[in-house]
């Protein structure tokens, strides 16, 4: 034993995504599969093992000329065939321990021992192949005068036979991250095509429309030139905002707020005084990557449940502040607050969808809490990694 098998590198592959039987497939399929990728191993490392069988036995033939060919392969092959049924216990070590930074002086504690448990044996193995095989030194020594001479010809072998399984192991588990990445990535692309669709059939819906139309309508007679063109302005300015959403999943929080913006004016103009609107938006928080449109099903919910459902005048208050490392984005109105059980009813579709989008782009690095106040209505929190846009985002 003197080197890797290329081949054996390669299966490993294989080994790695299929030794560990899937949930869903049954007992009799899951061993079938697994012996079928031990089968495959002990092809592989094979190579090696004639490899290194065929250089002991023409080095032997100098010497011999009646040196057998199956003695050179009872002696070599069976300790790489060894190294074969141990790939897939260095693999799952290798998944659980993993040789990065920051963990791997605690792997190291599990993957030292681990090595040095697979050596002894190894090394126990090739002695009693060489004694049955009729080698004369192994057969004149005692074992406590060879185990140390064999530690120090294979010991470096050893170490980088299982360094290697962990490296191969360790380059398929980040290629297998890197391509549930882009799936990721492209279910996000999905989603925000999906958001920005249903933030366009928010504003399109006949209710909304009938309501806007009907606002304006209320404005003309009145001869409130002014406000019924605010309003006509607020509504043609907000489509086209919403048509010209470029497919970036994360935006500066100004560009966020500005869309916001235009939506809520169109919302003031509609309940005139009624909607009072209060902003706490901290300056340092303007340049903050989030979301793109992941405020307006948040605001809207909280004038449709905080407002819309009584006749008197309502409020609906937004905050951005950095704490540390976080953004905290907040929607608060002074609403009757949530039923209970809300969460079971439909209707939901707009925080199910920011939901699942803090989640896919943010994993457990985020927090979405939406909660009765105590002093009345519903708060919507949001707390997000805090990552400035890039230099040439202007903020405003």
Same mark, same amino acid.
């Given at each position: ?23 869903? =497939? ?6 079938? $599969? ?14 090696? *093992?004639?490899? =290194?069988?065929?250089? =002991? ?5 100098? !010497? ?38 920051? /963990?791997?002086?605690?792997? $190291?504690? /599990? #993957? ?6 697979? %050596?002894?044996?190894?090394?126990? $193995?090739?002695?009693?192949? +060489? ?7 192994? $057969? ?27 490296? /191969? ?5 980040? #290629? ?34 009938? +309501? ?18 605010? %309003?006509?302005?607020? /509504?043609?300015?907000?489509?086209? %905002?919403?048509?010209? @959403? ?22 003031? =103009? ?5 909607? &009072? ?7 340092? @928080? ?17 004038? !449709? #449940? *905080?407002? *819309?459902?009584?006749?008197?005048? *309502? ?29 079971? #009813? ?6 199910? +969808? ?17 909660? +009765? ?13 805090? &990552? ?9």
């Amino acid at each position: 034993m003197e080197s890797t098998s290329p081949a054996a590198s390669s299966v490993l592959q294989s080994s790695a995504v299929t030794l560990r039987p899937r949930p869903s =497939t049954s007992a009799p399929s899951a061993l079938l $599969l697994l012996a079928r990728r031990l089968s495959l191993l002990l092809l592989a490392y094979a190579v090696p *093992g004639l490899i =290194t069988s065929s250089q =002991t036995y023409f080095y032997a033939q100098l !010497k011999d000329p009646t040196y057998p060919f199956d003695r050179a392969l009872l002696m070599h092959l069976p300790p790489w065939w060894y190294w074969a049924l141990a790939t897939p216990l260095v693999l799952a070590l290798g998944q659980r321990f993993r040789l990065e930074r920051g /963990v791997w002086p605690r792997s $190291l504690t /599990v #993957h030292v021992p681990a090595l040095i448990g697979l %050596m002894l044996p190894h090394l126990l $193995l090739m002695v009693f192949l +060489n004694r049955a095989a009729g080698e004369k030194w192994f $057969l004149d020594n005692s074992l406590g005068f060879i185990l140390p001479l064999m530690l120090g010809k294979y010991g470096v072998t050893d170490v980088g036979i299982y360094g290697g399984i962990l490296a /191969v192991g360790s380059a398929l588990e980040y #290629h297998r991250r890197y391509r549930e990445g882009e799936l990721a990535q492209s279910q996000l692309e999905t989603r925000l095509a999906h958001a920005q669709l249903d933030a366009l059939r928010a504003q399109l819906h006949p209710h909304f429309l009938f +309501n806007t139309l009907n606002a304006i309508s209320v404005l003309v007679r009145k001869q409130d030139t002014a406000g019924s063109i605010r %309003m006509l302005t607020g /509504v043609s300015e907000l489509l086209r %905002m919403a048509l010209n @959403t470029t497919s970036r999943q994360q935006v500066p929080l100004h560009e966020d707020l500005d869309f916001l913006d235009r939506y809520l004016d169109i919302e003031q =103009t509609r309940f005139q005084d009624r909607l &009072q609107v209060v902003r706490a938006i901290d300056s340092a @928080t303007l340049g903050a990557l989030v979301p793109s449109l992941i405020l307006q099903p948040l605001v809207e919910n909280a004038i !449709k #449940h *905080g407002l *819309g459902t009584r006749s008197g005048a *309502g409020r609906v208050e937004l905050r951005a502040s950095r704490e540390g490392a976080r953004l905290v984005l907040e929607v608060l109105d002074d609403g009757p607050g949530l039923s209970p059980g809300w969460d079971t #009813h439909g209707g939901c579709i707009g925080v199910a +969808n920011v939901r699942a989008r803090l989640h896919q782009l943010y994993g457990d690095r985020h927090a979405f809490t939406l909660e +009765n106040r105590a002093e009345g209505g519903v708060r919507a929190r949001l707390e997000l990694p805090f &990552q400035s846009a890039s230099p040439e985002v202007s903020v405003s």
